[in-house]
């Protein structure tokens, strides 16, 4: 099974900064890797998909690259919005695998 | 706009068996996407548990594989989750999602359900 780390686990940013995360995999998922954000009590919602792809309707301030094991979310400049926890998950194979969450606080 | 729904009861007694299911609305469950289940304990992250396909096709987590179902209600337009012999340690967050899909392994879960919490308890 592919393991997905992320780091940091936890980060305080203010509004304004520009903040990343990484993911690594285990082993190569070529780009088959994707973000989520989760607010407390909410649902995750899909932010960006194959690595790099911007789902529709997310702002442009998030960004994704990376590929084979070695992945990064860029948020360009931290709105009020943006403090949630932030999850990567691979869809190279089966069992499909999810990061232990980054979450984002304010500074 | 794609909906998930899942109901369920919200507590279930230890040994017992959960059952949950997902209604889907402003999509068809025939359609080409396969459909999945998530769960996340309480202040913990993200379980992936299953996926299935229309058709019957299914993929489980091997952690959980001795101990759940995923089927599919075509004529209700919905799919449902069964898990066995569950302890304290499956009190979590239930989330249903649907799965898109551009090319073999380029998927991602979207939109996801509200979800709902289980709690194993006496």
């Known amino acids: 099974d592919i393991q997905m780390t992320q780091s940091p686990s936890s980060l305080s940013a203010s509004v304004g900064d520009r903040v990343t995360i990484t993911c690594r995999a285990s082993?190569?998922?070529?780009?088959?890797l994707n973000w989520y954000q989760q607010k407390p009590g909410k649902a995750p919602k899909l932010l960006i998909y194959?690595?790099?792809s911007l789902q529709s309707g997310v702002p442009s301030r998030f960004s994704g690259s990376g590929s084979g094991t070695d992945f990064t979310l860029t948020i360009s400049s931290l709105q009020p919005e943006d403090f949630a926890t932030y999850y990567c998950q691979q869809s190279y194979s089966t069992p499909y695998a999810f990061g232990q969450g980054t979450k984002l606080e304010i500074k | 706009q794609v909906q998930l729904q899942e109901s369920g009861p919200g507590l279930v007694k230890p040994s017992g068996t959960l059952s949950l299911t997902c209604a889907v609305s402003g999509d068809s469950i025939s359609s080409s996407n396969w459909w999945t289940w998530v769960r996340q304990p309480p202040g913990k992250g993200l379980e992936w548990i299953g996926e299935?396909?229309?058709?019957?096709?299914?993929n489980y987590n091997p952690s959980l594989m001795s101990r759940v179902t995923l089927s599919v209600d075509k004529s209700k337009n919905q799919f449902s989750l069964k898990l066995n012999s569950v302890t304290a340690a499956d009190t979590a967050v239930y989330y249903c999602?649907?799965?898109?899909?551009?090319?073999?392994?380029?998927?991602?879960?979207?939109?996801w359900g509200q979800g709902t919490l289980v709690t194993v308890s006496s």
């Open positions: 999602a649907r799965i898109r899909t551009s090319t073999p392994r380029r998927n991602w879960f979207d939109p």
């Open positions: 082993q190569s998922v070529s780009s088959y």
């Open positions: 194959a690595a790099s």
């Open positions: 299935i396909y229309h058709r019957g096709s299914t």
